[in-house]
Each structure stands twice: as C-alpha cells, then as structure tokens.
C-alpha cells in the first residue's frame, strides 16, 4: 500500500541582511544608505546612519550646526564619564583589581559633565534634566516629557522642545562653541 507524500513546507523568506530589520525600524528611521570604502581593506561597504533626536533637529532646521557639535560634545562625555549605568563586563580581568576603580579619563569627563550641568542651571533644572535625559541618557524628547513634570504637571511637546532648543544654546555657549558678543 503505498502512502501518501508529505508535503514540503515551503522555507521562510530568509530576512535581507542589507537592510535594517523590522525590529529595529519600528524604533526610528535611518539616512539613505551611503556606499563608501572600508577604512581597513578598502572593500565597499554600505552604511545606513540610525537617525537621532539632535540629527533631525539639525535637519529640520530647528538648531544650527553649532547646538548640534555642542550636543554631541556633551554626549561624548556623557559616555566617556560612564554615567550611562550600563554594566559591562571586563575583557581583561587583574588579579586584585577593584569593579569600582574609575580612571582619570572618566573622572575628567564627569567633571566636565557636571560643569556642563552647572551652566544649564544643575541637574534639577528643566535645562540641565533634558540635556541629562535627552542627549545623554538618548531618551526621545516625548520620552523624557511623559516622565519629567514640573510643580505636578507634566511637560507638553512643544514646551519640552523648547527646553531641548535652550539646553543646546547654552551648551553652545559653554563649550565656547559660539562666538561672545560684543556689548554695543
């Protein structure tokens, strides 16, 4: 007696590498891709640029090229200073060595941080908590705005773009990323 065939389940469509997957899109847009050579090997490659919050404020329109240097000098620091609270784990393991040592680099880019901070007003400061949350911490703008509140309110959209805008002039200022004006 002769038995019937199984039917071959057809293979799932194998997901383009190439491009972003669905997860990741539903998280924000990229830039159009830009082919350039690999550094290293000199093959071409296809990169595609996650676009961020101060990206698209710049493109918008909404900050100049100075607030954009400026907040990618505070995000810098914020990293270098491991304020992040991302806990990785050491490559290279010492005999003896302490998890809580802090090297000079990172002390040097706290200190900067919170001098940073200070010209916005501290850290309790609409200023100083956006650049925290916003720029350092990467929280979108809605993000930080549902979750920070001023005297019981919450802040709304707009408010707390302008708050972004501010925090970004004064970060300008203060890395000397504009120039001082002159009292006429």
């Known amino acids: 007696m002769a038995g019937r065939r199984k039917a071959r389940r057809a293979a799932p469509p194998r997901e383009d590498l190439s491009r972003p997957s669905k997860w990741r899109l539903q998280h924000g847009g ?19 640029r996650a676009v961020d ?13 100075e607030m954009h240097e400026a907040g990618c000098i505070f995000r810098t620091l914020f990293r270098s200073a491991a304020l992040d609270g991302i806990a990785t784990s ?13 090297s000079n680099r990172q002390l040097d880019a706290r200190r900067r941080v919170a001098e940073a901070l200070d010209a916005l007003g501290g850290h309790d400061s609409p200023g100083g908590s956006c650049a925290w949350f916003v720029i ?3 929280f979108s703008v809605r993000e930080w705005a549902m979750r920070q509140g001023w005297a019981g309110r919450p802040v709304h959209g707009p408010v707390a773009q302008g708050i972004l805008v501010a ?14 004006q002159r009292a006429a």
Not at 33 to 45: H, K, M, S
Not at 90 to 102: E, F, K, P, S, W
Not at 167 to 180: D, Y
């Open 30 to 48: 990229f830039s159009e891709p830009i082919r350039e050579a690999d550094p290293e090997t000199g093959t071409p490659v296809l990169h595609r």
């Open 136 to 138: 350092g911490l990467e």
């Open 90 to 102: 050491q490559l290279i393991r010492l005999a003896g060595a302490t998890h809580g040592d802090v």
């Open 53 to 65: 919050t101060l990206g698209l404020m710049l493109a918008n329109g909404t900050i100049t090229q």
């Open 167 to 180: 925090a970004l002039g004064m970060l300008a200022k203060h890395f000397g990323l504009t120039p001082r």
